[in-house]
């Protein structure tokens, strides 16, 4: 007969504290000495087997409260005289009195204001399941630990503590529905009003979507509102603002485009759109190889106007904010920026096809891309700008591999840029404890003028440095310029509850993991943050 699994499982699991232990695994303690003891600290406290400690009631368990036994295949609890006792089914048991458990009890551990309340369960759940749970238990331990430490730097107040720990929560339990924020009313979920929605020029069009994994169209219906003149013009079509009120209110802007020729066959919009598809799953296996920057593409879809002479179709995406740059055309053109990742991309997608296609004329807004053209051998599909294996040729003639190249395992030994400054994966940064030579005191000079010039000493860095780190000038004395802010007398330090207003300034939201990598580098607690270990450690998180 195959031996009983008994455990305690939190009676509530989204609203206490997420330090609580969530299943205690009671039949391995009692296999291996014949009971499981629980109290409040294992620290300094060796009769303990599990700890079951509360942030909001941290007296509520006495240091050996109870514990949990099996005898001739019954199961049985007995209360250690605790200082606030044990409730069995809401009921105080006697101490030191044996009182037997079953399938489904509940058991408080202190008052009735206690918040470790549990069930006790037999064999509902396989042993390494639980086994499983505890080392997820761990891991959210451990994050919510980082989280507190950040919060006792100063880098974190309150607030964010609170909002970060709530995300913890939901990320160790995604199944987790807090039930108490169930609207009562449609009144109160937020969105377009009545007004908004009746003074919109609206109209019902139908929607065209490709389905890459079935690689089928599929026709619904949506309702937009498309401004009547273009807010801009390129060489084949014009671009006309759009709202899709099918979306959520904020999350709707999208554009439009409408061919400059009037003949334009609805062939050509359908291929782009399946162009745009394929080049969105190419990303999503570029992402899978762990670049220092992954990337994605707007999602491209088709639109009907059902209402207007002779039904016209428009290409639609949803619209990017930002700076809208262009880092490579269809004939081996490269931006001056000469950034790593969109060339690199475009080399994986050869390699990733067998040689079959190549994704060029990369351009959007950060890694967001847009508007790409595709090379195929044979020269099949994908529109005019498919010029096969002439385009292919000249992105080969133009382009040098690089470190995220490299990275991927596609680097050419024969083609390699001699001096490399774009992004470069972890593996292949400096191991020192910052940049090569950055920031270094260097009195290097650019030309006939001293770039560090107009830098206090503590500031100074050689070109070779930001060369290496891959920042211009410009942003370098910019990010000096955002330093500088919190660090008027120019010491090379700021205080640690500085750090979130500097990287608010610099545009950034670092996650808890990042900056618990900073505080392991910036020494003692109350010590400043040196700027020497910010520039280090902002150059390998954020360039």
């Avoid at 049985?76 to 458990?101: C, M, Q, W, Y």
């Avoid at 160790?172 to 807090?178: I, V």
């Avoid at 802007?253 to 009037?262: C, D, I, N």
Wanted: one cysteine or more; glycine letters at 6%.
């Amino acid at each position: 007969m195959e031996e009983e699994f008994a455990e305690l499982n939190l009676f509530e699991q989204y609203f206490t504290d997420q330090s609580i232990q969530r299943n205690i695994d009671v039949s391995s303690y009692i296999k291996q000495k014949g009971e499981c003891i629980l109290g409040r600290t294992t620290q300094d406290n060796p009769g303990i087997d599990v700890a079951i400690s509360s942030q909001k009631f941290m007296t509520m368990v006495s240091r050996r409260h109870a514990s949990i036994k099996r005898t001739n295949g019954r199961w049985f609890i007995v209360d250690h005289k605790s200082t606030n006792g044990v409730l069995l089914n809401d009921k105080k048991l006697e101490p030191r009195v044996e009182a037997e458990l079953h399938d489904g009890d509940k058991l408080t551990f202190g008052t009735t204001d206690s918040d470790l309340v549990y069930t006790f369960e037999v064999n509902r759940r396989r042993a390494e399941h639980n086994a499983q749970k505890q080392q997820q238990q761990q891991q959210v331990n451990q994050n919510l630990d980082n989280l507190q430490n950040l919060a006792n730097e100063g880098i974190y107040d309150q607030q964010k503590l609170q909002e970060y720990k709530k995300k913890v929560i939901a990320d160790a339990s995604p199944w987790l529905l807090n039930v108490e924020n169930t609207p009562y009313s449609a009144d109160l979920i937020q969105g377009y009003t009545e007004d908004e929605f009746r003074r919109a020029k609206t109209e019902f069009v139908f929607r065209y979507e490709f389905d890459f994994p079935t690689k089928t169209w599929e026709r619904t219906v949506s309702i937009v509102e498309i401004e009547a003149t273009p807010f801009d013009k390129g060489n084949l079509r014009m671009c006309f603002r759009m709202w899709d009120w099918t979306k959520a209110k904020g999350k709707n802007l999208y554009v439009a485009k409408l061919s400059l020729e009037r003949n334009e066959p609805q062939y050509t919009y359908f291929a782009d759109a399946e162009m745009q598809s394929l080049c969105k799953y190419f990303s999503h296996e570029f992402n899978k190889q762990q670049p220092p920057k992954p990337i994605d593409f707007v999602e491209a879809w088709i639109l009907q106007r059902i209402d207007h002479p002779n039904k016209p179709i428009m290409a639609c995406e949803m619209y990017l904010p930002g700076k809208y740059v262009k880092h490579s055309n269809n004939y081996g053109w490269c931006s001056p920026e000469d950034r790593n990742t969109p060339h690199a991309f475009s080399h994986f997608t050869y390699e990733h096809s067998n040689g079959t296609y190549l994704v060029v004329d990369i351009q959007g807004v950060d890694d967001l891309y847009t508007d790409p053209q595709i090379h195929s051998k044979d020269q099949r599909g994908f529109g005019k700008g498919n010029v096969g294996s002439k385009g292919i040729q000249e992105f080969f003639r133009t382009h040098l591999c690089n470190t995220v190249c490299e990275h991927l395992g596609i680097a050419l030994p024969t083609r390699r840029k001699k001096v490399d400054i774009g992004t470069k994966p972890p593996q292949l940064m400096s191991g020192s404890s910052r940049p090569v030579g950055l920031p270094s005191r260097s009195n290097s000079m650019s030309g006939n003028a001293n770039p560090n010039q107009n830098l206090p000493e503590v500031f100074h860095v050689s070109p070779e440095a930001l060369m290496a780190a891959g920042m211009s000038r410009e942003q370098y004395n910019e990010l000096v310029a955002k330093w500088r802010k919190f660090d008027v007398a120019a010491k090379g330090e700021i205080q640690r509850g500085d750090l979130i207003p500097l990287c608010q300034e610099l545009g950034v939201k670092p996650q808890p993991n990042h900056l618990t990598a900073l505080l392991s580098q910036m020494g003692p607690q109350g010590g400043n943050l040196k700027f020497q270990v910010f520039v280090t450690w902002w150059w390998q998180i954020y360039l």
